[in-house]
């Protein structure tokens, strides 16, 4: 069963009150009933087990049985840095990097990018993204809903990184180090920005400011990978070594 993620305003102990979309999920797709328990979080690092006590067309009211916190983390902030990839790639790359624990996801608008998101049209696919996420967090289990950010050009993204934040970027057919001995920072207080590129990579142009600002090109080895199969390979080898999976 996943962990529904609601406002924190729904949970108000000793209870859980659900409304919306949720409310209509829960009536009637999974059809629970009064008895049954299900697991919320308050999506800051709480989840609470409760016990359907009432179901109407108004709520779902349950009774807080159990609550768990998140553990403590002891890794970098890892953030997927995507390049707008066409039709439903954007999508599966959201929804796998929510499964394995990215926890912010900026699209970047990169000069070989396909896909360009019409300004009208901004605020509707951000919101369908965000929702993808949540499913996805719910679905794995997660703590917390990543976020996902305006889509910002390579050099905006460079730009507002900070000082703890250490960049890895990838880059097909560049003769650059392995990302599985790349130096990788330690401790909460620093993040780890993942770099993808498009379906027809980094321009030149995008090459030389990443290396103006001290980033090196990484690679994942002889195999030229689909700019889809390149994130959800370097997330999971870097979650790998952040000692978050496997």
């Not at 800051?44 to 049985?65: F, N």
């Not at 880059?171 to 392995?178: F, I, K, L, P, V």
């Not at 990484?218 to 999971?236: F, H, K, M, V």
Request: one cysteine or more; hydrophobic letters at 40%; glycine letters at 8%.
């Amino acid at each position: 069963m996943p962990v529904f993620f609601v406002a924190p305003e729904c949970v108000t102990p000793p209870t859980i009150s659900i409304a919306g979309d949720l409310l209509t999920h829960i009536r009637n797709s999974l059809r629970i009933e009064s008895g049954e328990c299900l697991w919320f979080s308050n999506g800051q690092g709480t989840r609470y087990r409760a016990e359907v006590t009432g179901i109407s067309k108004q709520s779902v009211v349950g009774q807080i049985l159990e609550i768990l916190h998140e553990p403590v983390h002891v890794a970098p902030r890892l953030v997927l840095g995507q390049s707008l990839l066409k039709g439903e790639k954007m999508d599966w790359v959201i929804q796998k990097a929510t499964e394995l624990g990215v926890q912010e996801i900026i699209p970047i608008e990169s000069r070989h990018s396909i896909v360009q998101l019409k300004p009208d049209r901004l605020d509707h696919q951000l919101s369908r993204w965000q929702r993808i996420a949540l499913e996805a967090a719910q679905q794995s289990e997660q703590w917390r809903v990543p976020t996902i950010a305006r889509p910002q050009s390579l050099p905006t993204v460079l730009a507002r990184s900070g000082m703890s934040c250490t960049i890895l970027m990838l880059a097909e057919r560049q003769h650059g180090q392995s990302l599985q001995r790349a130096a990788l920072p330690q401790g909460t207080n620093n993040s780890l920005l993942l770099l993808i590129g498009p379906e027809g990579g980094w321009s030149t142009e995008e090459m030389e400011i990443a290396g103006k600002g001290g980033v090196e090109p990484l690679t994942l080895g002889q195999q030229i990978l689909r700019a889809e199969t390149a994130a959800i390979a370097a997330i999971s080898i870097l979650q790998s070594r952040l000692g978050k999976l496997g």
